[in-house]
């Protein structure tokens, strides 16, 4: 079974700076790889995804993440926060041919004025 | 606006009473899925549908039923309100594949005392 794991429960950080989200998953098989994110009160949105090609891929909002295969891993890149980017982070993953996406724990992040 | 509405917002119920909650999507998503979120443990998937009149177990079915008449609607049922079952829920559409949503609602609080 698939599992996904974001070891960093909360990440404060200055506004301005750049920001990791990291996120590590273990499969058997090959995966499709996601980040969604969480505003206060509402659902998730997608914020990117890795299907296949290119191992840097680029969502909404300036954020980007990288596929590292060898080190099983996605971690999701911000150069520049904004207060507006204070939310949860999920990332999510799905082995080939399986149809149940299971997601991390999240990731708070706080953006410091 | 178009996306997908859950009602109610918030919901409380006793122990042993029953309640549907309502999901309905007005994009013409094939696929649809209930998720749970705890504190600490991510999303996890209930159960899905991938169109009208077929439905499947996701991660943690027990205790909930779903249907799915129209391609708009797919309410999920408590059958009996167990305190475990507390929680909040998610409804999400995508036309991709049952495993990548794209939409999320805003989710219903539901308290079981």
């Known amino acids: 079974a698939q599992s996904v794991t974001q070891l960093d429960s909360q990440v404060p950080v200055f506004e301005e700076a750049p920001v990791e989200l990291r996120c590590n998953y273990s499969s058997s098989v090959s995966v499709y790889l996601f980040w969604y994110v969480q505003y206060p009160n509402q659902g998730l949105q997608l914020l990117l995804k890795?299907?296949?090609?290119?191992?840097l891929v680029k969502g909404i909002n300036g954020f980007e993440a990288e596929f590292n295969k060898s080190q099983t891993s996605f971690h999701l890149r911000k150069p520049s926060v904004h207060i507006s980017d204070t939310a949860e982070y999920f990332c999510a993953v799905v082995p080939f041919g399986n149809e149940k996406l299971t997601f991390g724990t999240g990731t708070r992040l706080t953006i410091i004025p | 606006n178009a996306g997908v509405t859950q009602t109610p917002k918030f919901q409380v119920l006793k122990t042993g009473q029953s309640m549907t909650l309502q999901c309905a999507q007005d994009?013409?998503?094939?696929?649809m899925s209930w998720y749970r979120q705890d504190p600490g443990m991510g999303l996890r998937l209930i159960h899905y549908?991938?169109?009208?009149?077929?439905?499947d177990q996701g991660e943690v079915p027990n205790g909930y039923n779903v249907s799915r008449s129209t391609t708009e609607d797919f309410p999920l049922r408590l059958l009996s309100a167990a305190p475990s079952q507390t929680s909040v829920y998610f409804c999400?559409?995508?036309?991709?594949?049952?495993?990548?949503?794209?939409?999320f609602g805003d989710g219903t609080r539901l308290s079981i005392l």
């Open positions: 549908s991938v169109g009208a009149g077929i439905t």
């Open positions: 890795y299907l296949s090609g290119s191992t």
């Open positions: 994009m013409n998503h094939e696929y």
């Open positions: 999400a559409s995508g036309d991709r594949s049952p495993n990548q949503p794209q939409h």
